[in-house]
């Protein structure tokens, strides 16, 4: 039986001590106690580990703690959507993000080619550059290969970016594919579409970018999932499990709430119906902002993994 | 100035009448009043109109509303996730969904081949008979076409059903295209890519099928959006309309709160800041679950519409 | 087994018809058709009936509502809190209060002399009139008892008043207490503490207060509980059965979510290990504005109840 | 303007240092970092410190997190709900609560005597104690006074408490009045209406503890309020400082959201509209479970405040 214990600040306090104590305070911060040890138990027991989110996560500074978290190993493979990929390349190439409010005058910002994102502003600018960006990686991309996954595609672009912050490069460089499984829902898609009016023969292969991300692992290979937000990316990566087996481990961490039965809300018990996570494995389902819970907890992971050698970094 | 008004029963009230008493009780009330008024003008206007709805709104008992929604002509065009279609397609077939708890022992009903979605569960069985007409569908469809998007594959679809109560069937008939742009991501996934296997020039066109809901509608075209829920069919139904000049009227109905900065979240103000939504459109976006809040709401924009002539059926 | 059955409107629809078809929808349709068969049980059964709510409802139109139940004999006992008694008061003395937006400006407001309550505001003049309102009733009220409760207090406040659509008023006219644990809380706790400045021997004795609703009702009575919204009123209610045996019925409608284990979200399972419902409670917890969730499932129960002969009227 | 910045592990990461970083990611986290601004500055400028929770944070570990920011100097008066203060009592007396599920059976549950609270469980022996712990006190504290008001009663019990963890026992050392508007609303109102039956002058006079909040502060001093959850001690603490012009500064951190209008969801722009918050007053709402928001940002509030010598301690 495990009691709930006084939280006490400490003068000097590391977060890993913040994290730990919190874990016997209650509610959320309970779950997130049980996150962080699935997590450990997960890179430990050497488990393959899919990592979801959405796309918002890396407009905001979420972006540059999942390249680090690609680069320290803690990754496998990524599925997510484009828009955040889109920002990726742009804030690798210099491009800034300012912090405004959720409330502000969208009319207004609209007119100063401010777009919103919560809290986050992204200009027209930056989009515009992008532009001219991918229109000189498609031509390069397509020289090499007409028929491609989404992986593929974003292996490429990865491979031309140069910015230790950037999850495309991280990726690339440790081989940790990224699927998209609706690469045109972005900025991207006009430019794919526009390029693809040149050259028909351009093609993205969704259907075998689907056998790609089910081949992935196979039945002997233990799985986890450190799943963010809901959306196609958390449901196409616990789906691409459930002919292997289903996952061994899964965090979900989510503002949604099941009540209404969306796959954003569902739970890690809602999958085990599913076969998408096995009836045995451990799994938690934590409510709240990814921005505050996930490096919250996963700092501490890390830190306590860098103790014990499974990882190693964390010097910069 | 408007005020508030008590809201009062009367005995054999008309659910027109209900929902019009609630337009200015206050709170999402009001926000649903004000959707029912943005609704008809949408449609007296002659706008084209984008519905865009998640797989669970499916999975329940608003698929018959949607496929009426089309037989009434009040939809033009279709955004949405796969699993959703497949569930229409094996209700179609006669397969039965069974009401449960959200609070099921989700272990047990995996043992008993029980999926659960919420409070709604579908069987293995089911699946598995999805399975067998998937498989003679995509022979059928193969023979016809060997590179396609999924509107052009769901059109097929819905050519060989016979429900009146089918999204796809109604769909088919009406020709309201349904673009589904993450179509792997459900049970057909493994089909498609099994079929793939065996027919390596059949391809689903991502890329063109953006092309597709980009040129759906033009500059002069009134164009307005009912968003049931969030991920990507919001997104991309949004997004393809920027270049022409955005989103006359919309209306959004979600379960999510925008703090997260999530698409799910986004409220109707958000978008306006991108142009994905006019400055001076019409546009609300209502909180609350959908299975209660557009039923509500639509059956009075239904009942007002139909005494203006601007419809017609509803005697089933 | 029961199904999930589709879901079309019907030209001409009683709001009966469509709360009805509703309940084999989905999702928090169902539990709002499981909230209608409980509330019609508990009534049919003799069942002693506790409603409570937040103050921002009475703020809404559904005060009206509140007072129709009243005076239909839907409801035997209230508990609420100060805030929404004080705005039924200014309603009964002719005050408006004006639909506004969630988004205003509130520094605009404040400098307009406008209080906003969600989209709802209220004018400074009312709250003025208001103290003068009170200023009258405190006087005679305490040259009739000088230590009273709330619901004493509120029942000669309720008995000063004239209008059909008042909770007050109804409820003098019905014997229905109105227990208000934090009478404070308000405008009124101003005027109470500046009167007893003049007459220290008033008082209100909340310990008695909390006697007289857990005496209210006894071990061989048949309970149910209608919550609205959280907070102090929810609690106290549920609270005050416990010595009695718990409720036997109960109906929660709620925004709020259990995850951070609050009152407000506090489920109807959480009560029973508590013992405020009992065991074998009919129960049923819905998430959703009950500005638009309660309206209309209570349209139905009324609807049904008044076909029974269970009540009578809703002929205005 | 600012920048999203890219967030990043460091090994051996201090708590201050994580918590810096994200107030740069975006979202949430944003506001997380405004909170933590607003809450150095009330302090630094000597304003008067409210800090109002529900009952539930008391049930968690947060209990002696509090109790430290009392004994530190943090808070200058509480507002809360009956129920945290009777578990305060009983973690006082040894107690302990255990870690359990949100998904309990809590019928199960009730049969064990166990009593939940989100993912925390109550025994019925607790309880027992509880009674007769109440018994002698309540004696002892009528002996010395026969009506008075909360703070008064509870100063009282803290007096006869020794535990540094406890809420109650830091606030009598530091002579930090805890307001509680619904004493009546626990297992504390079965023992007060007791002992009042056999005590008819036993008195707690709600009125004049009104009186006292709101003359706890004047024109003159700076105000500022923390407040954790939404009810009855949120809005009695804003509205106390309203005749005194409203709040200086003002942190709000509740999972509630505004769309319903209640006011547990009510940000602190709705407050400025009533003016129990400054028109210009530094201000900010956080949205998220405070069992992790809360001692996240307060841990590099103190760690900083302490490094400016504004507050000395930590040291356990």
């Known amino acids: 039986m495990e009691y709930v214990q006084d939280f006490r600040w400490k003068k000097g306090m590391k977060a890993e001590e913040l994290a730990l104590g919190l874990s016997k305070v209650g509610f959320q911060s309970v779950n997130l106690g049980r996150a962080c040890e699935i997590m450990k138990k997960m890179k430990r027991d050497g488990a393959k580990i899919y990592l979801t989110f959405t796309s918002n996560m890396v407009t905001s500074g979420l972006r540059g703690f999942f390249a ?5 190993g803690m990754v496998d493979i990524i599925v ?3 828009g955040g990929l889109e920002e990726d390349i742009m804030r690798a190439h210099g ?14 910002l609209h007119e100063r080619g401010m777009n919103r994102v919560g809290n986050i502003l992204i200009t027209d600018e930056s989009y515009a550059r992008f532009e001219d960006i991918m229109s000189q990686m498609l031509k390069k991309i397509y020289e090499k290969n007409r028929r491609m996954t989404s992986p593929e595609f974003f292996r490429e672009v990865g491979l ?18 990224i699927f998209c499984p609706a690469i045109t829902d972005g900025a991207l898609g006009f430019h794919l579409f526009m390029f693809q009016e040149k050259h028909p023969d351009f093609i993205i292969d969704s259907v075998r970018e689907f056998k ?4 992935f692992t196979g039945q002997d290979d233990r799985k986890g999932i450190i799943s963010l937000g ?8 616990i789906l691409s499990t459930l002919i292997s087996g289903g996952m061994d481990y899964a965090v979900y961490m989510t503002t949604a709430s099941s009540y209404s039965g969306s796959m954003s809300g569902a739970t890690t018990d ?5 076969g998408k996570i096995k009836d045995d494995a451990d799994a938690v389902t934590v409510i709240g902002d990814v921005s505050i819970t996930f490096p919250l907890v996963m700092c501490r992971v890390l830190e306590e993994l860098s103790k014990e050698k499974v990882i190693k970094g964390g010097k910069n």
Chains 1, 2, 3, 4 share one sequence.
Not at 163 to 169: A, E, G, V
């Open 160 to 177: 031309m970016l140069k910015d230790k912050n950037s999850i495309l490069y991280q990726a690339a460089r440790k081989n940790v594919p």
């Open 80 to 82: 997510t959507t484009v």
């Open 212 to 215: 790609d991300i089910v081949t």
């Open 68 to 72: 680090q978290l690609i680069e320290l």
């Open 270 to 274: 809602e999958a085990k119906s599913w």
């Open 95 to 108: 491009e800034k993000f300012s912090l405004g409010s959720f409330r502000a005058d969208d009319v207004a």
């Open 230 to 237: 809901g959306g196609v990316s958390k449901h196409y990566a």
